[in-house]
Nanobody
Framework: QVQLVESGGGLVQAGGSLRLSCAAS????????MGWFRQAPGKEREFVLAVSWSGGAAYYADSVKGRFTASKDSAKNTLYLQMNSLEPEDTGVYYC???????????????????WGQGTQVTVSS
């Protein structure tokens, strides 16, 4: 069983930065793609970005392009999410998730992910 543990959430002012971490207990073909999703109060969970450990490809939601960046540390089985120029609309619970590779067009779909972390709260004040 794969476990994903997020950390790094918190409260920040608009325009500030935060870095989230997602540590995976193991990396296999079942966790080749790791992604970040977020869920604001009263809204559906939405895709933020996903990266492939084997291929190195990355896929970002339009709403975060140019502000958020993913990076990986293979030695630590950890995916990072650097969030800059944060906006109040970025507020929500951020979840890490993992899935087998599949077509990159399918990466934004929640249903393709087999493993989920417990989530970490990000609050951006105006």
């Amino acid at each position: 069983q794969v476990q994903l543990v997020e950390s790094g959430g918190g409260l920040v002012q608009a325009g500030g930065s935060l870095r989230l971490s997602c540590a995976a207990s193991t990396l296999t073909f079942r966790t080749d793609v790791m992604g970040w999703f977020r869920q604001a109060p009263g809204k559906e969970r939405e895709f933020v970005l996903a990266v492939s450990w084997s291929g190195g490809a990355a896929y970002y939601a339009d709403s975060v392009k140019g502000r958020f960046t993913a990076s990986k540390d293979s030695a630590k089985n950890t995916l990072y999410l650097q969030m800059n120029s944060l906006e109040p609309e970025d507020t929500g619970v951020y979840y890490c998730a993992a899935r087998p590779r599949g077509p990159w067009e399918s990466w934004p779909s929640l249903s393709g992910y087999d493993y989920w972390g417990q989530g970490t709260q990000v609050t951006v004040s105006s």
